[in-house]
């Protein structure tokens, strides 16, 4: 048994190859087991056992043999250790234009798909708007698209595929066009009319109809140009 290479398998179904020799008599007889302690009914020795053994779950796995001759000598364990992975990659989510989320407002976007899998993420498959037509990248190129010129949402279909070879299924993210600014903006005066401080309370109110809504509100006073730009909040 090979007891140095690193071994990774996609499948759990794990198939070994022993070869044993003896200086005298014939190997008659071979077994194995999962965890050195507990041993399978023994079997007509043959270099290759196909679909020996199925792993409980991805991760490291080991099997152990050992051989006996005609005379009815059993051998010392020999084992190999593999590396099960079957698990394909897991779509994380997107960057558009280097930001997360999904909203833009314009139709020339930048795209980095983003996964995780147990090896490397090795590419990843996307189809716009219809699941059927896919361009196949390098995992972590930056994509170039441009879209629909109609504002709502834009659908993406990713499939990834990770250094082992194993194929994710069908993911869904969104990018959404919004081509319309917030309307409607509304100012409710919290403090006096007349007043002694330069501290005053407005609470302020806008309309934005989409999923992404008002992001931020400028301020400024009407004798000054210099506009003071502040997270919008609804209260």
Do not use: C
């Not at 507990?38 to 056992?49: A, F, G, I, M, S």
Request: aromatic letters at 10%; proline letters at 6%.
């Amino acid at each position: 048994m090979n007891t140095q290479a690193e071994i990774y398998l996609t499948t759990k179904s794990i198939d070994v190859e022993v070869r044993a020799t003896d200086n005298l008599l014939p190997v008659t007889e071979i077994i194995f087991s999962l965890d050195g302690q507990n041993w399978d009914t023994p079997n007509v020795y043959t270099e290759l056992r196909a679909g020996y053994a199925r792993a409980p779950t991805d991760g490291a796995q080991t099997v152990y043999a050992r051989v006996k001759d005609a005379a009815g000598n059993w051998s010392e364990p020999a084992s190999v250790s593999v590396i099960v992975d079957t698990t394909p990659p897991q779509h994380l989510g997107l960057l558009v234009n280097g930001w997360p989320g999904g909203a833009v407002g314009t139709v020339n976007v930048s795209i980095n798909f983003l996964a995780e899998d147990a090896q490397a993420v090795k590419t990843v498959k996307v189809s716009y708007n219809d699941a059927y037509s896919w361009v196949e990248y390098p995992y972590g190129a930056t994509i170039n698209f441009r879209l629909d010129p109609a504002a709502g949402a834009k659908d993406f279909y990713l499939k990834y595929t990770d250094a082992l070879g194993n194929e994710s299924g069908i993911y869904h993210d969104v990018v959404f066009l919004d081509r319309a600014p917030p309307q409607n903006l509304r100012a409710q005066r919290l403090s006096p009319y007349y007043t002694n401080t330069r501290n005053v309370i407005f609470k302020l109110a806008v309309e934005d109809n989409d999923p992404v809504g008002a992001e931020t509100i400028g301020l400024r006073n009407e004798d000054t140009q210099t506009e003071t730009i502040l997270p919008y909040t609804p209260s």
